[in-house]
């Protein structure tokens, strides 16, 4: 059973600029989760989907905005980025929504400059 | 809401050697407790978890960690660490109603050197 994908691995951009990152579940998962690892601020929700349907929501600015699709393909959206957005961003899928089953992608590490 | 306190943020111990990662939390309702494991540049890799039951909990690679609900605790311990435990580890909690806030919150991590 292939992992939670998340594509790309490596993405660079400079401030002002928007970008969009991929997740693909584990086959037959209907949750993905979000979450920001900074080197200060460690790992932060960002959101969480299920069945096509935003959940949660952490405390971030509405510049960081999600979707989900039919297939429980999600992607996550970030406008207008500020250099404070360098982060590695990992997505987790589960079954159902319930934290104690969450399985981590590898991460998207996004730069800023 | 949960916290997670990891107080220590880098703990380097001789190979071989046991090894204990402290992790207290905070929360007014009944959580379930996470070890995560980040080697360099990958994902979380789940270590073990607490959802009910005897509070020793073992996991993979030898890990085990112990349940104190009075002291508010989810330490992990490995009796003898090898150079490939190097790594980062985070503790995690997560409400264990099922109707809630199904986020996991994390600790700030612990960064385990290995040192041969």
């Known amino acids: 059973k292939a992992g939670v994908t998340q594509t790309p691995r490596y993405l660079i951009k400079t401030r002002g600029q928007q970008v969009t990152l991929s997740c693909s579940p584990i086959?037959?998962?209907?949750?993905v989760s979000w979450y920001q690892q900074t080197p200060g601020q460690g790992l932060q929700f960002l959101f969480e989907?299920?069945?096509?349907?935003?959940?949660n929501k952490g405390n971030f600015p509405g510049r960081f905005s999600g979707r989900q699709f039919s297939n429980s393909r999600s992607e996550m959206n970030v406008s207008t980025l500020e250099l404070g957005d360098s982060a590695l961003y990992l997505c987790?899928?589960?079954?159902?929504?319930?934290?104690?089953?969450?399985?981590f992608g590898s991460g998207t590490q996004l730069s800023v400059l | 809401a949960q916290s997670v306190t990891q107080l220590d943020s880098q703990v380097p111990v001789f190979e071989e050697a046991p090894v204990e990662l402290r992790c207290n939390y905070s929360?007014?309702?009944?959580?379930?407790l996470f070890w995560y494991v980040q080697y360099p540049n990958q994902g979380l890799q789940l270590l073990l978890k607490?959802?009910?039951?005897?509070?020793l909990v073992k996991g993979i690679n030898g890990f085990e960690a112990e349940f104190n609900k009075s002291q508010t605790s989810f330490h992990l311990r490995k009796p003898s660490v090898h150079i490939s435990d190097t790594a980062e580890y985070f503790c995690a909690v997560t409400p264990s109603t099922n109707f809630g806030n199904e986020k996991l919150t994390f600790g700030t991590g612990t960064r385990l050197t290995i040192i041969p």
């Open positions: 989907y299920f069945s096509e349907t935003q959940r």
């Open positions: 086959s037959g998962h209907r949750s």
């Open positions: 987790a899928s589960s079954l159902l929504p319930r934290g104690e089953k969450l399985f």
């Open positions: 929360s007014s309702v009944s959580v379930y």
């Open positions: 607490y959802l009910s039951g005897s509070t």
